[in-house]
């Protein structure tokens, strides 16, 4: 940063569109595909967990320990294996999105009332009905809230993978902004970050509205 | 297999104890950034902490911020500093990551002393009041011991954040323990990054680990943590 050049250089921002919307464009990809995989995972451990009680606190600690790992070392850990790839970032960052998931899941179905379940099955549901239409959207808010911490998490999570030399908008934080002491690359990367993350929160919440509007009609979780 | 004999020789080559660029130097300069950031937090964020939990005002101004603090990336949040200090023509290294994790500590620790000072039994601090205690004693003797296991957990989580982030100084050439995984990146050396990232994730799981056994020690005797009372979810760096 030289003396007198003003501290955001819009002339660059409207040079750079084309590239700040490509950053854009890889930094939601990988975090959709994180949340994605991450929640399929999930669910699939929380249903085991819920069916095997016992499994449930050695899940929980092993997801914890994945979750202690820093961003840098858990990448650097898988770059000798995996090399320096999409697959790299995706083993790290589905990681971390399983202890809130699992979590989260786990407490949502645990809330679904038992004279809910005893009636669906008086009802004569099967269990993958009764699951599917009973209990999934009783349990939504719950599930909803884990995956917007998961995003949020994950959406900041992405700019560190630029430090080996992967993309996102990481690139216009560390790149081209710290390491050529521009701080307009700087604040387009943590801008463009930040906003992602706000409307993705957003977003699910709304969406989590529009599929459960009873939630919010008696006053409830929505 | 050939790839951990050369990990375990990486550990064993001297040249990697010593120098600027040795464990012993960088894990030095991690604790450093980690430790100064820490009490920083430490000093604004217990105070403003225990001021709203005790007066009840602005809550809803702290939970906002935390909110608004956990959307911006720790990367970001060091990125955003270190034009600034720049500006200030101080070491920028160093001070841009203690000021941005400084930054990032104090949320947990505002947040979890407020929840830990506001879930305390109206009546026990009514009966302190009945007593005669003035607000200061009721404070220190019944408000924040009651709190102190979330008091704790608040800390905790905070440390074991400035930790994992100070990792992230090396973009600014702040040194630490990352620098060492982001040369071996740049220069392709697989071992050191696989070595030296087994010794960031080993100092995360010892921190986590000692102020857990912190919290478990501070504890005042009969004071367990409540079962419905969980701190709130630490956020990832």
Redesign the interface.
Known sequence: MNPGEPLIDFGWIAGHLDDIAQRIGEHATMTVLAVGIGFIISFALALLARNRRALYGPIMIGADLLYSIPSLAFFALMIPFTGISILTAEIALVSYTLLVLVRNIVTAFDGVPREVIEAADGMGFSRAQRLVRIELPIALPVIVAGIRIATVTTVGLVTVTSLIGLGGLGYFIVTSGINRFFPTSIFVGVAASVGMAVLADAGLLLLQRALTPWARARGGTG | ME?FGEVTAWFADPANWMGRNGVPNRLVEHLAISGTALSIGLAIGLPLGIFIGHTGRGAFLAISLANVG???????MI??V??MV??LDIPGGFWSTVIALAALAVPPVVTNTYAGLRDVDADIIESGRGMGMRERDLLARVEVPIALPLILAGIRTSA?QV???A??A???GGGTL?TL??I??QTGD??Q??A???V??LL??VT?SAFALLQRATLPRGIRPRPGAQPV?R???
């Not at chain 2, 956990?70 to 970001?76: F, H, K, Q």
């Open positions: 790839f956990r959307a911006i990336p720790s990367l970001g990125g955003l270190f034009p720049l500006a074991v930790v994992a982030t990792t992230l090396v973009v600014v990352g995984i982001y071996g990146v697989e071992p990054v696989f030296s990232a087994l960031v994730a995360a799981l986590e979810l956020p990832r760096s």
